[in-house]
């Protein structure tokens, strides 16, 4: 009776022992919640688009992970000239989700979490490729704003998880949606940000994109997975929640783009300019400086885009021909009009050359290879550079001498 006592008594804490390591052991193989954060666009120009995260919510951790694939040290040696150049490195960084939310709340953008129906060993697999990811060895990348950004990060790797699914289901489908119409919406709160998009983009950015593509803004993935289903026919998302409500003004709603009232706007310009060009044409040429001036810088800045930097979707961009650096060598003729003297003789031919540039931007809109959906603009400076033309650039009759 004693040695059975004595069994019983060592036996009872191995037990628990053992019942206690089952415990830990279930908790930290239990599978974890995958969710998808999407924050609203801010109002900081680099906020306009948006931003999204994986929210990893692990049984093993206190409270959830938010993977945030969108963060840049500002402070980084060369951080302006790389940016400039298209250089740009962004990182991972996992933090605790109400860290990551408490800054939304502040500046009052919106987020929402889609909780995902994976299977458990796919959302133990993402967890830990976030995990790794995350290291410091590993958080680097090359950002690119269309192809690798913060959301294309968090597209490929729920993807990944899901073994291709994802991009089955979305890159067959497409809505029309370009990069450049999503660019300019977005921007379009911020004029500058939204001018620099329209003109420094060339043809590349207005092929129709997939949704897989369009996913590169944060909303139109969160659309994706909102549509997108698992093989088994359920939906993927499981639960949508919102986390902070949106206090700012709602994105941009989308728009057809029209072209006629650019037409009517170069076409009064450019009437005013031959109508007033034949009788005061120094006043012309007075107003014709700084526009030829806004004209050479941007075409100089387009230029160095398509040849100085790794922004490829500025290259091959047919604005170049509307905002022609040729226009800077007409500022001395332009200069010499406004003080009652005579351009020289090159100055016609600059002008002719300008116009025709223009006219050749035309005819390459009108071409299925590489179309530039940039008719707005040839809308309004083409009638401009024409107009100016011949209100200053065709040869003057001398005056008649005095008898």
Same mark, same amino acid.
């Given at each position: 009776?004693?040695?059975?006592?004595?069994?019983?008594? =060592?036996?009872?804490?191995?037990?628990?022992?053992?019942?206690?390591? =089952?415990?830990?052991?279930?908790?930290?193989?239990?599978?974890?919640?995958?969710?998808?954060?999407?924050?609203?666009?801010?109002?900081?120009?680099?906020?306009?688009?948006?931003?999204?995260?994986?929210?990893?919510?692990?049984?093993?951790?206190?409270?959830?992970?938010?993977?945030?694939?969108?963060?840049?040290?500002?402070?980084?040696?060369?951080?302006?000239?790389?940016?400039?150049?298209?250089?740009?490195?962004?990182?991972?960084?996992?933090?605790?989700?109400?860290?990551?939310?408490?800054?939304?709340?502040?500046?009052?953008?919106?987020?929402?979490?889609?909780?995902?129906?994976?299977?458990?060993?796919?959302?133990?697999?993402?967890?830990?490729?976030?995990?790794?990811?995350?290291?410091?060895?590993?958080? &680097?990348?090359?950002?690119?704003?269309?192809?690798?950004?913060?959301?294309?990060?968090?597209?490929?790797?729920?993807?990944?998880?899901?073994?291709?699914?994802?991009?089955?289901?979305?890159?067959?489908?497409?809505?029309?949606?370009?990069?450049?119409?999503?660019?300019?919406?977005?921007?379009?709160?911020?004029?500058?940000?939204?001018?620099?998009?329209?003109?420094?983009?060339?043809?590349?950015?207005?092929?129709?994109?997939?949704?897989?593509?369009?996913?590169?803004?944060?909303?139109?993935?969160?659309?994706?997975?909102?549509?997108? &289903?698992?093989?088994?026919?359920?939906?993927?998302?499981?639960?949508?929640?919102?986390?902070?409500?949106?206090?700012?003004?709602?994105?941009?709603?989308?728009?057809?783009?029209?072209?006629?009232?650019?037409?009517?706007?170069?076409?009064?310009?450019?009437?005013?300019?031959?109508?007033?060009?034949?009788?005061?044409?120094?006043?012309?040429?007075?107003?014709?400086?700084?526009?030829?001036?806004?004209?050479?810088?941007?075409?100089?800045?387009?230029?160095?885009?398509?040849?100085?930097?790794?922004?490829?979707?500025? =290259?091959?961009?047919?604005?170049?021909?509307?905002?022609?650096?040729?226009?800077?060598?007409?500022?001395?003729?332009?200069? &010499?009009?406004?003080?009652?003297?005579?351009?020289? &003789?090159?100055?016609?031919?600059?002008?002719?050359?300008?116009?025709?540039?223009?006219?050749?931007?035309?005819?390459?809109?009108?071409?299925?290879?590489?179309?530039?959906?940039?008719?707005?603009?040839?809308?309004?400076?083409?009638?401009?550079?024409?107009?100016?033309?011949?209100?200053?650039?065709?040869?003057?009759?001398?005056?008649?001498?005095?008898?």
């Amino acid at each position: 009776m004693r040695i059975r006592a004595v069994s019983l008594a =060592w036996r009872a804490p191995a037990m628990a022992m053992a019942l206690l390591l =089952w415990a830990f052991a279930s908790v930290a193989a239990a599978a974890p919640r995958i969710g998808v954060a999407t924050m609203q666009p801010g109002e900081i120009f680099f906020e306009r688009f948006g931003h999204n995260a994986i929210v990893v919510d692990d049984p093993a951790f206190e409270e959830p992970i938010s993977y945030n694939f969108g963060y840049f040290d500002m402070e980084e040696p060369g951080f302006v000239r790389n940016f400039i150049r298209g250089h740009m490195e962004y990182m991972l960084v996992a933090l605790p989700l109400s860290q990551d939310l408490a800054y939304y709340r502040h500046v009052g953008r919106g987020v929402s979490i889609q909780w995902l129906d994976l299977e458990p060993e796919q959302a133990r697999g993402l967890a830990d490729a976030l995990e790794v990811n995350a290291r410091p060895e590993n958080a &680097r990348y090359r950002y690119d704003y269309f192809l690798d950004n913060c959301s294309t990060r968090v597209r490929d790797a729920i993807d990944a998880a899901l073994g291709g699914s994802l991009a089955t289901q979305l890159q067959g489908r497409s809505r029309g949606n370009t990069f450049r119409a999503d660019a300019v919406r977005l921007a379009s709160p911020t004029w500058w940000m939204w001018l620099g998009f329209d003109l420094g983009l060339g043809p590349a950015a207005d092929r129709p994109n997939s949704r897989w593509q369009e996913a590169f803004v944060p909303m139109r993935l969160a659309e994706g997975l909102r549509d997108a &289903r698992r093989p088994d026919g359920r939906p993927l998302v499981a639960e949508q929640v919102e986390l902070v409500p949106h206090m700012l003004p709602p994105e941009p709603a989308e728009a057809p783009r029209r072209w006629w009232p650019w037409l009517v706007a170069g076409l009064a310009i450019g009437g005013l300019i031959a109508w007033a060009g034949a009788r005061r044409p120094a006043v012309v040429a007075g107003a014709a400086l700084p526009f030829w001036l806004l004209c050479g810088v941007g075409g100089l800045l387009i230029a160095y885009i398509w040849f100085g930097t790794a922004h490829t979707f500025g =290259w091959n961009n047919h604005n170049i021909l509307l905002l022609n650096p040729l226009c800077l060598l007409a500022l001395p003729g332009g200069w &010499r009009i406004a003080r009652g003297r005579r351009p020289g &003789r090159l100055f016609g031919w600059v002008l002719a050359l300008v116009a025709l540039g223009g006219a050749v931007a035309l005819f390459w809109n009108w071409m299925p290879v590489l179309p530039q959906r940039n008719m707005p603009w040839i809308c309004l400076l083409l009638p401009i550079h024409a107009a100016l033309w011949l209100a200053l650039g065709r040869p003057r009759p001398e005056p008649l001498p005095a008898p």
